[in-house]
């Protein structure tokens, strides 16, 4: 059914949350002299704009909602019938770090499902996937919408959007357990309804899920669905929709197992949409994963990445100090191993200290006095130690899990670790040189000062290279990694090619109408390091440049010269 037919049900809890309407009558001028001083503002910061909000209060003492002003603002100017200034939405926004990588992070959870693995340091909550805990925000949202992924990802976008979000670029990414553990009709009407769910909806409320085949959880539907039957044509017309739907789908990613990566699974990965994999590895050591009952080893690890690197994939590791048998200096030389061991390599990852919670087999072994968290002095150094070591191709995504402080029994409990951890890094006189610590973010970039420069790697399988767009003061404003694989691929479509397996621009996610003089996004820099990838590719004696393109990326790749294949776009070089 199309989500615009559905009829409208009871409002959500969530709902009540977001949207108040701005009374004009009452506050108009009041508006009107705060929107004045937010224009005056010589050095807009969050910062700053919370200030000012403090120096204009309401009548009624409090102060006026970041998302109030934005909707008063929107309001004036559909009176005044004038477009909002982009310059003016930016610095009405609530969190302006969130979408400075250039897209739109939105986070789904699939529904409770028995995950393979027995780790003995995971969670298991009622009502919610394996290893997610009931305080966690992305868990709560989800656990409001009955994790129902159409409801999901809308009811995020107008959030984003109600705060002034540029949302028509989004990496959807879908958590929850082990993906492919999930039945194939699961997988495949998940991906559909959070594609359907970035369509042009009507304004407010958002109309939830009408019921039938789309409330169905993943035991009904697959005995509902033959995998293989119906579903992928109807994935296949939502894929097509999204390539002009307003919020293009430009990144897929989901989480699984080392264990369950096969050739059979990285073709469905692609036919699903998928472009990026977070693979949770946690140790490079047999010994540790088989205390910690990971249930797979090492060589388990190494054969997933080559397949997934091999299809094109980027492949996100997480990685796990702290468990069970590990030392500080055990843990130091694991980390190590990512580097060292040509297979691994990976091109993002997270470390999630292991965090103590209760009920969990680990929790018992503390009870027993079997094992002790880290005080919080050993694991800074161990961070620290881990983060200078990162290689420049490698982005270091998060350095610890988002868990609520109170769930932890015992163990390091500060959220913002990783500014501790840079701390004690400057007084060191220590840099972290990962991506993520060098990217441009919000700063503009003068086109005529950027520099090429590239980053030349191997893995067991292919040699790598990251291209990088760099400021005169060594900031990222954008890259692409290329892989010249050594070996025949998994998938025969990529039999001969060089592969680009990302391209990425940063800057602010402006729309596309709204081009910000100075942002990297449009100084046409993805072109220019497609242009340089085919030439490196020529070079090296491939005849054929494919990308893994995620569905709303299409479009932008026909552009540039690029065919659609079964599961990847190529062109001939
Ligand atoms: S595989 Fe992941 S979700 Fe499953 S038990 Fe292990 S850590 Fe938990
Ligand atoms: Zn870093």
Same mark, same amino acid.
């Given at each position: 059914?199309?989500?615009?037919?559905?009829?409208?049900?009871?409002?959500?809890?969530?709902?009540?949350?977001?949207?108040?309407?701005?009374?004009?009558?009452?506050?108009?001028?009041?508006?009107?002299?705060?929107?004045?001083?937010?224009?005056?503002?010589?050095?807009?910061?969050?910062?700053?704009?919370?200030?000012?909000?403090?120096?204009?209060?309401?009548?009624?003492?409090?102060?006026?909602?970041?998302?109030?002003?934005?909707?008063?603002?929107?309001?004036?100017?559909? %009176?005044?019938?004038?477009?909002?200034?982009?310059?003016?939405?930016?610095?009405?926004?609530?969190?302006?770090?969130?979408?400075?990588?250039?897209?739109?992070?939105?986070?789904?959870?699939?529904?409770?499902?028995?995950?393979?693995?027995?780790? +003995?340091?995971?969670?298991?909550?009622?009502?919610?996937?394996?290893?997610?805990?009931?305080?966690?925000?992305?868990?709560?949202?989800?656990?409001?919408?009955?994790?129902?992924?159409?409801?999901?990802?809308?009811?995020?976008?107008?959030?984003?959007?109600?705060?002034?979000?540029?949302?028509?670029?989004?990496?959807?990414? +879908?958590?929850?357990?082990?993906?492919?553990?999930?039945?194939?009709?699961?997988?495949?009407?998940?991906?559909?309804?959070?594609?359907?769910?970035?369509?042009?909806?009507?304004?407010?409320?958002?109309?939830?899920?009408?019921?039938?085949?789309?409330?169905?959880?993943?035991?009904?539907?697959?005995?509902?669905?033959?995998?293989?039957?119906?579903?992928?044509?109807?994935?296949?017309?939502?894929?097509?929709?999204?390539?002009?739907?307003?919020?293009?789908?430009?990144?897929?990613?989901?989480?699984?197992?080392?264990?369950?990566?096969?050739?059979?699974?990285?073709?469905?990965?692609?036919?699903?949409?998928?472009?990026?994999?977070?693979?949770?590895?946690?140790?490079?050591?047999?010994?540790?994963?088989?205390?910690?009952?990971?249930?797979?080893?090492?060589?388990?690890?190494?054969?997933?990445?080559?397949?997934?690197?091999?299809?094109?994939?980027?492949?996100?590791?997480?990685?796990?100090?702290?468990?069970?048998?590990?030392?500080?200096?055990?843990?130091?030389?694991?980390?190590?191993?990512?580097?060292?061991?040509?297979?691994?390599?990976?091109?993002?990852?997270?470390?999630?200290?292991?965090?103590?919670?209760?009920?969990?087999?680990?929790?018992?072994?503390?009870?027993?006095?079997?094992?002790?968290?880290?005080?919080?002095?050993?694991?800074?150094?161990?961070?620290?130690?881990?983060?200078?070591?990162?290689?420049?191709?490698?982005?270091?995504?998060?350095?610890?899990?988002? +868990?609520?402080?109170?769930?932890?029994?015992?163990?390091?409990?500060?959220?913002?670790?990783?500014?501790?951890?840079?701390?004690?890094?400057?007084?060191?006189?220590?840099?972290?040189? %990962?991506?993520? %610590?060098?990217?441009?973010?919000?700063?503009?970039?003068?086109?005529?000062?950027?520099?090429?420069?590239?980053?030349?790697?191997?893995?067991?399988?292919?040699?790598?290279?990251?291209?990088?767009?760099?400021?005169?003061?060594?900031?990222?404003?954008?890259?692409?990694?290329?892989?010249?694989?050594?070996?025949?691929?998994?998938?025969?479509?990529?039999?001969? %090619?060089?592969?680009?397996?990302?391209?990425?621009?940063?800057?602010?996610?402006?729309?596309?109408?709204?081009?910000?003089?100075?942002?990297?996004?449009?100084?046409?820099?993805?072109?220019?390091?497609?242009?340089?990838?085919?030439?490196?590719?020529?070079?090296?004696?491939?005849?054929?440049?494919?990308?893994?393109?995620?569905?709303?990326?299409?479009?932008?790749?026909?552009?540039?010269?690029?065919?659609?294949?079964?599961?990847?776009?190529?062109?001939?070089?």
């Amino acid at each position: 059914m199309n989500p615009k037919e559905r009829p409208a049900r009871q409002r959500q809890p969530w709902q009540s949350t977001h949207r108040q309407p701005f009374d004009m009558a009452a506050h108009g001028a009041a508006l009107a002299a705060i929107l004045q001083a937010v224009r005056d503002l010589p050095d807009p910061s969050p910062l700053a704009l919370a200030r000012l909000l403090r120096r204009h209060p309401r009548p009624d003492g409090g102060a006026f909602s970041k998302e109030q002003l934005l909707l008063g603002y929107r309001e004036l100017c559909r %009176c005044a019938g004038r477009a909002p200034e982009p310059e003016m939405v930016r610095r009405l926004q609530m969190k302006p770090t969130r979408t400075l990588s250039g897209v739109a992070p939105v986070a789904v959870l699939t529904a409770p499902h028995p995950c393979p693995g027995a780790c +003995i340091f995971c969670p298991e909550a009622d009502g919610l996937p394996k290893s997610y805990l009931p305080g966690e925000p992305g868990a709560l949202r989800a656990a409001a919408h009955g994790f129902d992924p159409f409801d999901q990802v809308a009811g995020r976008i107008q959030a984003l959007q109600s705060v002034g979000h540029p949302v028509d670029k989004v990496e959807l990414l +879908i958590l929850g357990g082990t993906w492919s553990a999930y039945p194939e009709a699961y997988q495949a009407w998940f991906v559909r309804r959070c594609l359907e769910g970035l369509e042009d909806l009507p304004e407010w409320p958002l109309p939830t899920s009408g019921g039938g085949e789309e409330e169905a959880g993943p035991g009904d539907l697959a005995a509902r669905v033959a995998p293989g039957g119906p579903i992928w044509p109807a994935l296949e017309a939502a894929q097509i929709g999204n390539e002009s739907a307003p919020h293009r789908c430009v990144g897929l990613v989901v989480e699984t197992r080392p264990d369950w990566v096969t050739p059979a699974e990285v073709r469905r990965l692609r036919r699903l949409g998928v472009t990026k994999v977070q693979l949770g590895v946690q140790s490079l050591d047999d010994a540790i994963l088989a205390r910690n009952c990971r249930g797979h080893d090492t060589a388990a690890t190494r054969q997933a990445m080559r397949l997934l690197r091999l299809a094109g994939f980027k492949v996100v590791v997480h990685w796990m100090p702290n468990l069970l048998g590990a030392t500080p200096e055990s843990d130091r030389a694991d980390f190590r191993r990512l580097w060292d061991d040509p297979a691994l390599r990976p091109d993002e990852f997270k470390i999630y200290p292991t965090s103590l919670l209760a009920g969990t087999a680990l929790y018992e072994r503390w009870l027993r006095g079997e094992y002790a968290p880290y005080d919080e002095g050993t694991l800074v150094r161990l961070l620290s130690d881990c983060k200078a070591l990162i290689p420049p191709y490698s982005r270091l995504n998060r350095l610890m899990r988002d +868990i609520p402080a109170e769930q932890i029994v015992a163990g390091v409990t500060r959220s913002n670790l990783r500014e501790v951890v840079h701390r004690a890094m400057a007084v060191a006189g220590r840099a972290c040189h %990962c991506l993520r %610590c060098r990217e441009v973010r919000g700063a503009p970039v003068e086109e005529v000062t950027l520099r090429l420069e590239r980053v030349e790697y191997a893995t067991d399988a292919t040699a790598e290279v990251l291209l990088q767009y760099l400021t005169p003061g060594d900031r990222v404003a954008g890259f692409l990694r290329l892989s010249l694989p050594r070996e025949a691929p998994p998938l025969e479509e990529l039999a001969g %090619c060089a592969v680009v397996r990302e391209v990425h621009v940063y800057g602010p996610a402006v729309e596309l109408d709204a081009a910000q003089p100075g942002a990297a996004q449009h100084v046409g820099l993805g072109t220019r390091l497609l242009a340089e990838a085919g030439r490196l590719a020529r070079e090296a004696g491939y005849g054929r440049l494919a990308v893994i393109a995620a569905v709303g990326t299409r479009p932008y790749y026909r552009e540039r010269g690029f065919v659609d294949g079964r599961l990847y776009m190529a062109r001939e070089l």
